[in-house]
C-alpha cells in the first residue's frame, strides 16, 4: 500500500517537471514570434493585394494597447508596388506609408527601405490574446509587375 | 553623543545606498544609443567595421536584440552599391536583415532595422554590435551623412 502511495507521488512530481517542460519552450517561442527575420530572396508577382507570406504576432491585454509593426527590407521591383498589413486575417490596410519606388538593376544591386505602422484600438481589427500581424500588398499598374523581397526583418511590439 | 554619531553615520551611509541605487535604475545604460554627428567615409570592399559600436547587457537568458540604423542622406560611389551589416561581439560581419545601399544615392535619408536572435551568439552580460560593411563588388567608398545606431532588447 505503501509503494502505491509512493508511485503516485513520483507520478505526480515527473507530471509536474513534464509540464514544466512542456510550458518553458511555450514561453521563449512567444518572444520569437513577434520577430522574424528572412534572409533570402522571394519573387511575387501581380496587382495588389496578395499575401507576402511573412508574418508576426503579439498577445494582447484585455484593455488593447497600440502596437507598433515595423518592416525593413531589400528589394528590387519592376514598377511601383504597395506594401501593407493584414490584421488577424481581415483585409490589406495600410496603417501609415506603403508604396515601394521601381527598383531593376541587372548587376544584382538592390534598394532598401524602412516601414513603421501603427496600429490603434479604434482601428477594429486588434483582440485581446493571439493577433496575427501579415505582410501584404502588390503592383500598382501592372498584373505583370514582379518584385523580388530580399533580406528583411518584422517586428511587432507595444507602444511603452 | 558617540551614539549620536553613530546613527548620523549609519543614515548618511542608507541615503547614500538609496541615491546610488535610485540614479542606477533610472539611467539609461550607456552604449545602447549612438549619436554619429559627423558626415564619415568608410571606404573598401565589403566587409570592414566603420569602428561605431552599442552594446546591451544580456540577462541569463538572453532576449533577441533589435538593432536600428537611420542615416540622413549618403553617397555610395561603389559600382553595384554598398552593404551595411553587424559585428556581434567581434565575429563576422554579418547581414542581419537588409543591408543594401544603392549605387549613387545622394541625400536619401533611410534606415534599417536588424534583428539579432540569441541562437547567432548573445550571450549572459555585455553584448556588442559594431557597424560593418563597404562596396558590394568593388573597393570604392561611400559618403554618410549624420547617423543613429541603437540596439534594444526585445523583451
Known amino acids: ?17 513534464w509540464m514544466g517542460l512542456l510550458l518553458t519552450p511555450t514561453a521563449s517561442a512567444v518572444q520569437n514570434k513577434e520577430l522574424l527575420r528572412v534572409q533570402h530572396n522571394t519573387s511575387f ?39 501593407a498589413l493584414s490584421v488577424n486575417g481581415g483585409p490589406c490596410i495600410f496603417f501609415g506609408s506603403g508604396g515601394l519606388q521601381p527598383f531593376e538593376d541587372a548587376g544584382g544591386d538592390a534598394d532598401s527601405h524602412t516601414f513603421q505602422w501603427l496600429i490603434l484600438p479604434g482601428d477594429g481589427v486588434l483582440r485581446p490574446g493571439k493577433n496575427t500581424f501579415a505582410l501584404c500588398g502588390g503592383a500598382a499598374f501592372s498584373a505583370n509587375d514582379t518584385i523580388v523581397l530580399g533580406f528583411n526583418t518584422l517586428a511587432v511590439r507595444t507602444s511603452k | 553623543m558617540a551614539g549620536r554619531i553613530r546613527q548620523y553615520t549609519i543614515g548618511l ?39 561605431q559600436t552599442v552594446a546591451v547587457t544580456e540577462p541569463a537568458k ?23 551589416g553587424l559585428i556581434v561581439n567581434g565575429g563576422p560581419c554579418t547581414l542581419y536583415g537588409p543591408a543594401s545601399i544603392p549605387e549613387v544615392q545622394i541625400n536619401t535619408s533611410r534606415s534599417f532595422q536588424w534583428v539579432i536572435f540569441p541562437s547567432d551568439g548573445l550571450r549572459a552580460g555585455n553584448n556588442t554590435f ?14 554618410l551623412g549624420p547617423y543613429t545606431l541603437a540596439a534594444r532588447l526585445s523583451n
Open chain 1, 1 to 17: 500500500m505503501k509503494t502505491f502511495s509512493n508511485m503516485k507521488l513520483w507520478l505526480l512530481c515527473s507530471s509536474v517537471v
Open chain 1, 45 to 83: 508577382q501581380g496587382l495588389c493585394c496578395f499575401s507576402f507570406q511573412e508574418a508576426v504576432q503579439m498577445s494582447e491585454p484585455t484593455t488593447l494597447v497600440p502596437l507598433i509593426v515595423t518592416w525593413s527590407t531589400d528589394y528590387q521591383a519592376t514598377d511601383f508596388f504597395f506594401v
Open chain 2, 13 to 51: 551611509a542608507l541615503f547614500c545606498m538609496v541615491i546610488g541605487f535610485a540614479s542606477s535604475a533610472f539611467a539609461v545604460p550607456p552604449g545602447e544609443l549612438l549619436q554619429m554627428p559627423d558626415e564619415s567615409d568608410p571606404i573598401g570592399q565589403c566587409c570592414f567595421s566603420f569602428n
Open chain 2, 62 to 84: 538572453p532576449f533577441a536584440v533589435v538593432v536600428t540604423w537611420g542615416v540622413q542622406g549618403f553617397l555610395s560611389f561603389n559600382t553595384g552599391g554598398s552593404l551595411v
Open chain 2, 130 to 143: 559594431t557597424l560593418c560593411g563597404g562596396g558590394r563588388f568593388g573597393s570604392s567608398g561611400m559618403l
